[in-house]
């Protein structure tokens, strides 16, 4: 039998349903009128791709719907608003870097290859631009940014970061909640954004997705947390927690994370969501629950407000609630915050149902596919380059495009999209002529210029067959140039699917040796979506191009690129490893070895990376001169006030990414050896200079000490600037903090 309601109203017009009124007293009026079955249905999330989803909306007053789009969420809002408080549903979709899982949505470079633009404001505007394609698609809760900072590389899910620093992942994060929030979470055009995976995710046993996580609340406030702290700050409006356990406890059971951390220390008061059945997972997975009463309990006690897909949370939640096993002032605190969100959003007044007609008319516009195209030019990072690149014009006649990832148009895209197994109810891929592959990018840039030929070369799951890799070597023999496309697909990234290695898969290494021995120039375009162990390709090719997964005009900037039409700008986010075991080979090193070299590695092979991060390389060259401070003294509270000359020294214009490190010479509790604290992004015309300036505050000279706490010990400091992280790419300037 249903509880009836705690307060009911003879008002012909409820107050909760009156916009002009404070948003707090219409969530308090909407829930005094709730019973304990509507309560607890707000809290629970269902996939819509549930073949009896309208019965479970009506029967458990469902709060959220994940997992459709378009028409599909206007059968569901409409049972919703029918109920007898009118309540709307709010509906959430994994729109990652794009309107993923809508057809022929704008999709742009991964996140992993956006961040290696270094672009706040392109980031910013990718999303805006997401925000808007999902206007009319009856979705207003996008799950993303991810702040997630990866520290083993054969984690699946690398792509979805912004890579290996806590500085940039929260600023290219909070990038992101501004695009998709926009100004007010009230206009039609914004979404809800929310930041995941809290916390810690990234870096699990063995890279393995969503296992142990064997970090101390140091490492936590050291690595994991700023990057959250920094969405917060920008007014994400919600959190996901994470699928691991850290020290034994799940991310969603973690009641010092949730509320300790997030609620009291960061200020947030917005909606915290579980990731897929984390509940279910506490039972049946951790088993850590011996049972979904026991796990929802904790859950909703640790901070959760909205469990997503575990139904059987909703009858043993409403079971505990009547029981006394769960406070009603949990519940009642999780479910203001839900409605809050939706009152913010303006669902009472316009549930935004799907409007398939105005919707076409917005979904993959012309000035959306140019901000992708702009965001595939930025994001490429020019690794190695002998001279072939750009192409001369007088020399390159004919053209041998070879490897599995050049005319696929699916593994561009990477995860995270139609096509690639979370599909929302929809199976298919985008419209293949959505994409311009690499192939499809040279074809056009040198139509009626050059000879453009293809050959696949070789699998990716296989060992390939050997007339592949001859077909490929006869096309190379007769090119002026040979375009290696490499890397990785579907198969070895993602969601569950950590890998063992970090080697090219399938015989491409073989494809690679057997085009080199032609004696054509190889230029190999690096498309997968994490680094790869491939010291070889660093080692022997002519010209390596760094794309990740660089979305649909990824083809068409990579054309332009090799052919000289755009000035490659990007730099890495992610270090490059020499060898699987090498890991971590994050920039941020910690002193204390007692060697620095590998004894089973070739000779001159140390700690460090093949290619670090901050690194990229130009078709001109800057330098970096006359660095200086303001002062060599700062007081307590003060910033570190430094400039640095810039040049092009080159021939052509460019944009260099002018970076500033910390060294802290002597700390309490070890610290890495240099942190990034600030990054300026400048254009310069050939022969042209810039001052670039960057003020530290003093906040940002801080370390996490052995208590946790975020401290700045006076003493000797060093700043390094210059155009990497590498030692050899920087200038220092030493100075010390006064007592």
């Known amino acids: 039998m249903k509880t009836t309601p705690s307060k009911r109203s003879t008002d012909s017009t409820p107050l909760y349903k009156n916009a002009r009124r404070p948003i707090p007293e219409r969530v308090d009026d909407l829930l005094g009128r709730m019973t304990v079955e509507e309560k607890i249905g707000q809290m629970t999330q269902a996939a819509g791709t549930d073949k009896d989803i309208l019965r479970l909306v009506a029967d458990f007053h469902l709060g959220s719907v994940l997992s459709i789009v378009g028409r599909n969420t206007a059968d569901v809002q409409n049972v919703a608003l029918r109920s007898r408080l009118g309540i709307p549903v709010l509906f959430g979709i994994d729109a990652i870097h794009g309107h993923s899982m809508h057809y022929g949505a704008t999709m742009f470079p991964s996140a992993l290859a956006m961040a290696c633009s270094w672009n706040e404001d392109l980031i910013e505007q990718t999303a805006r631009v997401t925000a ?221 149902l799907a409007d398939d007609a105005k919707s076409a008319k917005r979904v993959g516009r012309r000035e959306h596919r140019e901000t992708a195209l702009h965001a595939a030019r930025e994001s490429a990072v020019l690794l190695k380059n002998r001279g072939v690149l750009p192409l001369n014009p007088e020399r390159t006649k004919r053209i041998a495009v070879i490897g599995p990832n050049a005319d696929n148009d699916l593994e561009q895209l990477g995860d995270w999209s139609l096509g690639a197994g979370q599909g929302q109810g929809i199976m298919q891929k985008h419209p293949r002529a959505c994409t311009v592959t690499v192939l499809d990018g040279l074809e056009r ?35 002026d140039v040979a375009v290696l496309v490499l890397g990785d697909q579907l198969a070895f990234a993602g969601e569950c699917k950590s890998t063992a290695t970090l080697d090219l898969p399938g015989a491409q290494k073989a494809l690679f040796e057997a085009v080199l021995a032609t004696g054509t120039p190889v230029v190999v375009v690096f498309l997968a979506s994490k680094p790869l162990a491939i010291p070889y390709v660093e080692k022997a090719a002519d010209a390596i191009l760094c794309v990740f997964n660089p979305g649909m005009e990824g083809g068409i900037a990579i054309a332009e690129i090799l052919a000289g039409d755009f000035n490659p700008c990007g730099k890495l986010t992610m270090s490059f490893p020499y060898h699987v075991g090498q890991q971590p080979v994050a920039y941020q090193e910690l002193p204390g070895a007692h060697h620095d070299a590998y004894p089973d590695l070739p000779a001159g092979v140390r700690f460090e990376a093949v290619f670090s991060f901050g690194f990229g390389l130009s078709y001109t060259t800057f330098a970096c001169r006359r660095p200086r401070l303001a002062s060599a003294t700062i007081g307590q509270g003060q910033p570190v006030v430094a400039e640095v000359d810039v040049w092009n020294t080159g021939e052509r214009a460019g944009r260099e990414v002018v970076q500033c490190y910390l060294h802290d010479v002597c700390t309490s509790a070890t610290w890495p050896l240099k942190v990034l604290v600030d990054f300026k992004r400048v254009e310069l015309k050939p022969g042209k200079s810039e001052t670039v300036r960057f003020e530290i505050p003093y906040e940002a000279l801080a370390i996490v000490d052995a208590d ?22 920087l200038h220092r300037m030493p100075f010390t903090i006064t007592p």
């Open 132 to 352: 808007l394609e999902m206007q009319y698609t009856g979705v207003h809760w996008t799950f993303s940014p991810v702040f997630c900072l990866p520290r083993d590389l054969r984690w699946g899910r690398v792509n979805e970061t912004f890579g290996e620093d806590p500085l940039l992942i929260g600023r290219f994060g909070a990038a992101m909640v501004r695009g998709y929030q926009g100004k007010d979470l009230s206009d039609p055009g914004s979404v809800a954004a929310c930041a995941k995976h809290y916390a810690g995710y990234g870096d699990t046993l063995g890279g393995r997705d969503a296992s142990e996580a064997e970090h101390s609340r140091r490492k936590m406030r050291t690595w994991f947390l700023p990057p959250f702290e920094a969405a917060v700050r920008a007014g994400v409006a919600t959190f996901m927690t994470g699928y691991e356990c850290i020290d034994g406890v799940p991310c969603t059971a973690n009641r010092w994370l949730l509320t300790d951390v997030l609620r009291s220390e960061m200020g947030f008061d917005g909606v915290v969501v579980t990731d897929w059945d984390n509940i279910g997972r506490m039972v049946r997975q951790k088993r850590v629950s011996p049972d979904i009463t026991d796990a929802s309990i904790r859950a909703i006690h640790a901070g959760n407000d909205l469990m997503m897909q575990t139904m059987e949370f909703h009858a043993c939640a409403v079971a505990a609630v009547k029981a006394g096993r769960i406070p009603m002032p949990e519940v009642d605190q999780a479910v203001r915050r839900i409605l809050t969100l939706k009152f913010k959003l303006g669902l009472f007044e316009d549930p935004r």
């Open 708 to 729: 946790g706490n975020r401290a700045v010990e006076p003493g000797d400091f060093v700043l390094l600037v210059g155009a990497s992280s590498r030692d050899r790419d």
């Open 445 to 479: 840039r040198y139509a009626g210029i050059a000879t453009v030929e293809y050959a696949e070369g070789c699998s990716m799951t296989g060992d390939g067959a050997p007339h592949k890799i001859a077909g490929a070597v006869r096309l190379a023999e007769k090119a």
